[in-house]
């Protein structure tokens, strides 16, 4: 687990974090977002002591972060940044296993854990192992260095606007893998970007932070449905309450994440918007007690209407 307790930063009489108080649970996907400048990166780089509060105290597993060997700790962490920031000259499985050998591992164990990460991205490793970065694309070098910041087993995974540079297909396609490899490992991801359809694409729980302060902090779901204040509101662009509004539905992609999301597959009317979704024929659909016969475009349109005077 990770608290931050009254943390604050300043640089001589700039303010830039605001007693910041903030839970992450164990096993967590855990998405910071905010506009530029709101100090994300800030919060993100006192995990792994690159940056220390100048206020109040961070907190990894009931030790504080600055009680840590810095060493020991940032071996305990992947980091992945925004350019893939693999070592230009290190092949694909020396860059992997770099953390691997600080730790003392054993070449061949680090070759047959390099191969093994290699297969779980569809990366051919006897094709790929030994090639420089500059031999893969910009996709695949972003993969390697995700399963980079996995090859230790960390306990936690920071990733910073990691997925940024990358054009939409891409990107969609690296915040997939990292959703599996999440569900696969189950490791404490803790997630920055200043692009709140990543942030609810990806999210478990979500803090929202601006100038330094945290907005609100809650599930997709939560922050949809009860946005805090008008910056949450505008920031997410929530025309209406609904979280199950159409177009963020389908923008968000949250109908992809639900297989997996337990929060939101919990939910009944939502479970029978999936249903209708998925057979986009013709079904009975009760709302609020009405009974409604609707097909899929009608539903959209209903929604449309509907959805503004909630
Ligand atoms: N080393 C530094 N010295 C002075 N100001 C800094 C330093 N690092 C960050 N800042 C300032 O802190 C604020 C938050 O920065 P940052 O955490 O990088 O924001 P974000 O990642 O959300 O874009 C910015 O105004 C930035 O200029
Ligand atoms: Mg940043």
């Given at each position: 687990?990770?608290?931050?307790?009254?943390v604050?930063?300043?640089?001589?009489n700039?303010t830039?974090?605001?007693?910041?108080?903030?839970?992450?649970?164990d096993?967590?996907?855990?998405?910071?977002?905010?506009?530029?400048?709101?100090?994300?990166?800030?919060?993100?780089?006192m995990?792994?002591?690159?940056?220390?509060?100048?206020?109040?105290?961070?907190?990894?597993?009931?030790?504080k972060?600055?009680?840590?060997?810095?060493?020991?700790?940032?071996l305990d962490?992947?980091?992945?940044?925004?350019?893939?920031?693999?070592?230009?000259?290190?092949?694909?499985?020396?860059?992997?296993?770099?953390?691997?050998?600080?730790?003392?591992?054993?070449?061949?164990?680090?070759?047959?854990?390099?191969?093994?990460?290699?297969?779980?991205?569809?990366?051919?490793?006897?094709?790929?192992?030994?090639?420089?970065?500059?031999?893969?694309?910009?996709?695949?070098?972003?993969?390697?260095?995700?399963?980079?910041?996995?090859?230790?087993?960390?306990?936690?995974?920071?990733?910073?606007e990691?997925?940024?540079?990358l054009?939409?297909?891409?990107?969609?396609?690296?915040?997939?893998?990292?959703?599996?490899?999440?569900?696969?490992?189950?490791?404490?991801?803790?997630?920055?970007t200043?692009?709140?359809?990543?942030?609810?694409?990806?999210?478990?729980?979500?803090?929202?932070?601006?100038k330094?302060?945290?907005?609100?902090?809650?599930?997709?779901?939560?922050?949809?449905?009860?946005?805090?204040?008008?910056?949450?509101?505008?920031f997410?662009g929530?025309?209406?309450?609904?979280?199950w509004?159409?177009?963020?539905?389908?923008?968000?992609?949250?109908?992809e994440?639900?297989?997996?999301?337990?929060?939101?597959?919990?939910?009944?009317?939502?479970?029978?918007?999936?249903?209708?979704?998925?057979?986009?024929?013709?079904?009975?659909?009760q709302?609020?007690?009405?009974?409604?016969?609707l097909?899929?475009?009608?539903?959209?349109?209903?929604?449309?209407?509907?959805?503004?005077?909630?």
């Open positions: 687990m990770i608290t931050y307790k009254n604050g930063m300043k640089y001589d700039n830039i974090l605001h007693d910041i108080n903030l839970t992450i649970n096993e967590e996907l855990f998405v910071l977002v905010g506009p530029s400048g709101s100090g994300k990166t800030t919060l993100l780089r995990l792994n002591q690159l940056t220390v509060p100048t206020s109040g105290d961070v907190y990894f597993a009931d030790k972060i600055k009680d840590y060997d810095v060493q020991k700790l940032r962490m992947g980091y992945v940044l925004q350019d893939s920031s693999l070592f230009p000259n290190l092949n694909v499985e020396d860059n992997i296993t770099i953390q691997l050998e600080q730790k003392g591992v054993s070449k061949a164990k680090r070759h047959q854990r390099a191969a093994e990460l290699l297969e779980s991205v569809e990366l051919d490793p006897k094709k790929y192992a030994k090639r420089m970065p500059d031999e893969l694309s910009g996709g695949q070098q972003q993969r390697v260095a995700i399963i980079r910041a996995l090859a230790t087993s960390p306990r936690l995974v920071l990733m910073d990691s997925f940024s540079a054009d939409p297909v891409l990107r969609r396609k690296s915040q997939d893998l990292v959703l599996k490899l999440h569900r696969k490992y189950k490791t404490m991801v803790v997630f920055v200043h692009d709140m359809q990543e942030a609810l694409r990806m999210g478990q729980r979500i803090a929202i932070l601006n330094g302060e945290i907005q609100q902090v809650g599930t997709p779901h939560d922050i949809m449905q009860h946005p805090a204040n008008d910056f949450v509101r505008q997410f929530v025309k209406t309450p609904h979280w509004s159409m177009d963020f539905l389908v923008d968000s992609g949250v109908l994440k639900i297989e997996f999301h337990d929060d939101l597959i919990k939910i009944d009317k939502f479970d029978k918007l999936v249903n209708l979704l998925k057979s986009a024929t013709s079904v009975d659909f709302y609020q007690g009405k009974g409604y016969s097909t899929v475009p009608q539903l959209l349109a209903y929604f449309e209407r509907e959805g503004g005077n909630q």
